[in-house]
């Protein structure tokens, strides 16, 4: 049956409300952006279908040269059928083609629009007008030929072009070769030579950006890559019914178009004047992108533009992160340059062309950036962030991603993406931008939406994945942690509001898993048994400014959860120098040559005990003071050299310092793991002096919580299905899971029943050592004309004796007000630690301004008007200030007291990390790690009962990897002791754990 030609339609001028609709395809862009040309009309016979659309929005097909007929082709174009393939000649060219194959493949080509752009029409090929001379023959569809795409995976048998850049683009006709961009993505043979061949006009478009690529990227540009880069159309999703449309390659998206476009908004944003704007079906290939098969036949990966982790991005090829290295660069460009010359670098327009020797001085530029040219880029991330490891094979450090790999949780995670990683990369560095842009206010996925701007249907999976990914780092303690509101609940897991968790104690690490359950949406309940949360980070005003009991110090603050804590509470960082003056007790000041010369033998000698015990096993251990005591020995017979009084004092000093820091003795130290923690990546940054105190950290981390203080906690059941906690007001408070965060010689007390009992490796023998606080109230600064300034200085012992006395003296204040207070703040430890146990207060008090007199012969030193001594020891709740690892033990000790009971009962705080131990830092960690494996263990059936997978602690950190730097990592070649035998070590040394300070 023939068909007459549609009338030519008068060529249309360039209409923004119908380029910019929903269901406007990019490839019908060039129906009114090139010359008028010969187009051909689909006839449609079936229902909506029967008016034909317009000439002009619809893609010509070239017809076929006219040759001579072979003795097999029917000259007339008649057909004939033989075992169900159907034959047609047209145009005296035999095609064959299985009418199955067709008819199934014709589900999956799409949709084109009507003639006003408002309605989405299925088209059913049953008949093409094929031009032959003046008249039009109509086929079957059947009959016709068609090509399939060249990946053997994809499962369009027929697709469309989606790029119409070239006059004769094939569109959905035939063409001798398809490119395969996705599953619902390519571009046909025409289009390619477009750009690909030198005597095209779309030639030295494509060389332009093919240079600046070159430039800033580190995969091969070609025209692949370059479609998807700059020819792919927009998706964007109706803020109002939620469903993604398709849009014109040639807009300029902006977060602000996407935060309110709605179906019908024009390029300027305007609606067009419709009700049934969003009444029309979603794409179908939307449908396809949440497949895993769909991820596979994804070619090309995410090309960000203008993102806002572009500027930190800078020592990165752009295309190995997932952004454009286009887009990205040439609007560092654009917003970094000063030069007249830079006004080429405008993006007027999409492709406009850029001078590729300014570019390359540009890029230069910009691979080390001053602080100024990131200001002016439109990033600014706050003193204690650093998000970004500046180059991949830097030592790792703490909490700091590699922005062009994926960590080994994240591989674990999202295996998925091993192949082509990119894109996840693209939307992780995105989040982790935003949130240390601004910590003060959770990431969402409306918060991240606005900025994934990128081309084709990749987007469509950015931002259908944000919420896994934003929960994967909010469960992880990278985002969303500290004193936030509530997570919203597309990042809850399921039915997490029926999970009951009891806490048992309110200091750092209860406090933390606490807060970090409630945003998730579960039930808490926390149980302290003293008047005030906090516990060993209680502060005292009694001086006239704060002072803590405990810790005060953040060590290395860059990156450290603490460090968001204080700045989302306004808790004020006062950063510590590095200047420290060593006074002796004739009140001299050692000479910083010296200081500096016993400093750099102290640590050759750590370094030639890391040596030694490379081939060591547990049965070498020995007690780190004796092989510090043997190395120096050795020393000074090698070198034949003598240190003088002073000298040797000085080394006294250092070891006094190294047990404050291990909080005991280094005779009860292991040599062989005293710093086990080196062997993880730790956090950096200079120390910072928390003048505020952590008790304004932890009362407003804590102000949505349920806690019930004056509560002790005597029993714990969990011999059934629930947990049972029982206290000593003879109440019980039932739950699914319960998380212990008490310090350990409270356990070791017996304070807190279980039943059944714990393991036995669990609560071994806890030594009650560590370092006891002094702050004294002066009634002037007495000191401060002799150390002009300095934030603190040394006590330098006058014998071995007398070592861990007062060692360090610290000013709280950075600037010494008129009016005052003026307070020192100094501790005791080690074996100092024994001589001061039986004396009172005065006498600690008498003692330590007797030292400060000798410290400043030339000052009168006056008695204090105010003191403070902690003691930790004698507090029932308490009993300890942090840990350390004796001879005989290894840092397993951490992981056995972080392992969980019959998945139900956990156990958090400083002395479970193994990484960061004897910290702050370290407790509030543990209890971002408990809510994780708490929230992760989850499953939920069908009736809504709540049941736990099987897992063990696995308490290694969650950003080690291979490459990172080890420092004095022991190689243990020797016989692994058995779990007996570790038992039987720790009970003969008597001295497992000891305290621990921040």
Known sequence: ??????????????????????????????AFSSPPRKKLSLSQ??????????VDVVKSVSPPKTRVASKNQSPTGLHSTTNGITKATVGAKSLSVCNKNISESSKTRGSLPSSDGDEVMKIKRTERIIPKSKKSV????????????????????APICFSGCSTNCTGNGYTPRWYHLSDGEHFCNKCFEYFYRSYKDGYPEYVKWKRVWSINGQSDPNVRIYMADQKLPYWLQCNKCKKWRQLSCKLKITPEFIMRYQCGHNLLGVKKESSQNCEHDEDERVLAVGSDKWLQSLCYPCYLQQSPAAPLMRKYYQDCVGLSPYYNIRECMTNSSTDEHDAEFTPSAENSPLDIESAKEMWMNLVKPSTTTIQKIGIKLPPWSNPFMDYVDEAETAWCFCPSQMNADETKAFPEYN??????LAVRNLIVTLWNLDCKKPVTVDTCQQYLICRGLVRVRCVQELPRIIKFLSLHGYINTGCISQLPKEVHPPKVEQLRVIVVGAGPAGISVASQLYKFGAQVTVLEAKSHIGGRCHDNLSLGLCVS?????????????????????????????????LYQENGQITLPSLDRHIDFHFNAMLDNVAEWRKDKNDKHDVNLMDKIKEMHKEFKEESSLNFTDEEEKLLQFHCSNMEYACGA?????????????????????????????????????AEDLDIKQKTQVTKIDYTGEEVIVMTSDG?????????????????????????????????????????????????????????????????????????????VFYQIQSKIEADGPFVLLTHLSGNALYKMAEKSDKEIVTKCVKILEKLFPEEQVPEPVNFMVTHWKDDPYTSMAYVHIPVGCSGEIFDDLAEMVDEKV??????TNRQFPQSVTGAYMSGIREAYLILTGLELDLEGEIKDTKQKVVNKPRNFTKKQHIKREPEINSKVLSDDEKISVREQSGDQISDIHS
Request: aromatic fraction near 10%; proline fraction near 9%; charge should be neutral.
């Open 1 to 30: 049956m023939s068909a007459e030609r549609p009338k030519r339609h008068a060529p249309k001028k360039f209409d923004p409300d119908f380029i910019a609709d929903p269901i406007f395809s990019s490839r019908h862009l060039i």
């Open 45 to 54: 016979t079936e229902g909506p279908l029967n008016t034909p659309a317009p």
């Open 138 to 157: 109509s086929v079957d569809y059947d009959t016709y030929r068609v090509k399939e795409c060249e990946k053997t995976t994809c499962p369009s048998a």
């Open 419 to 424: 192949k082509l990683p990119q894109m996840y």
């Open 549 to 581: 009991e405990g810790a005060q110090i953040i060590n290395c603050t860059e990156n450290n959860p603490l460090s968001i804590l204080c700045h989302q509470v306004s808790a004020a960082l006062q950063q510590i120098s590095d200047r420290c003056e």
């Open 665 to 701: 003795s280094l005779d009860k130290i292991s040599a062989l793991y005293w710093d086990q923690n080196e062997n993880y990546p730790q956090f950096s940054g200079a120390p910072c002096f928390v003048t505020d105190g952590f008790s304004k950290v932890f009362s407003k981390l």
């Open 731 to 807: 109440c019980s408070y039932h739950g699914d899971r319960v998380v212990v965060t008490v310090p350990l010689a409270v356990l070791k007390k017996g304070m807190i029943e279980f039943s059944p009992p714990l393991p036995e490796k669990k609560v071994q023998a806890i030594h009650m050592l560590g370092a006891g606080q002094l702050a004294l109230q002066f009634p002037y600064p007495f000191w401060i004309k002799k150390t002009k300034g300095a934030d603190f200085f040394g006590h330098v012992p006058e014998s071995e004796h007398e070592r861990g006395q007062f060692g």
């Open 906 to 911: 956990h156990f958090a705080g400083e002395a």
